[in-house]
């Protein structure tokens, strides 16, 4: 009767300590996606320069990479539910829509050239199924 009880105690306290650590890993996880987001959401609805804004494509790119996020035939990165970022800047001069990939695969230094001290507004942010930021629209602001 005595194993019989101590085992059962085990069982609980071994329950208990799975669901505690379930819960710890999963705090831990939306802290981190809180704090990914909040390194995005500062720039909404707020200026910066073309330098800055190819720092965020920058590490758009870098993340895609790193998560292995799936290309389309012409080059462009499929959102997943997970951890894919995109990013979409519309220039004024032509009232054009360009993907982040244009930019990048073109040369971020002729970005740098044309687009360095104009500013842009990032207007638009969108998250997945997990919360966390996946797409962001930056529209062109100054000449």
Request: charged share 25%; net charge neutral.
């Amino acid at each position: 009767m005595k194993k019989i009880l101590i085992f059962i105690l085990s069982l609980v306290i071994i329950a208990i300590s799975l669901i505690a650590v379930k819960y710890i890993n999963y705090k831990s996880d939306q802290s981190k996606i809180k704090e990914n987001n909040l390194e995005y959401e500062t720039y909404l609805n707020k200026q910066i320069l073309g330098t800055e804004l190819t720092t965020f494509i920058n590490k758009a790119v870098d993340n895609n990479k790193k998560y292995q996020v799936q290309k389309d035939e012409q080059g462009f990165y499929i959102q997943n539910d997970t951890n894919s970022i995109e990013i979409e800047i519309k220039i004024t001069d032509n009232d054009t829509l360009y993907k982040m990939e244009t930019f990048y695969n073109g040369g971020m230094t002729n970005f740098i050239d044309y687009y360095n001290s104009i500013y842009f507004e990032c207007t638009k942010i969108e998250y997945n199924k997990a919360g966390k930021v996946n797409y962001l629209l930056f529209e062109q602001k100054s000449n």
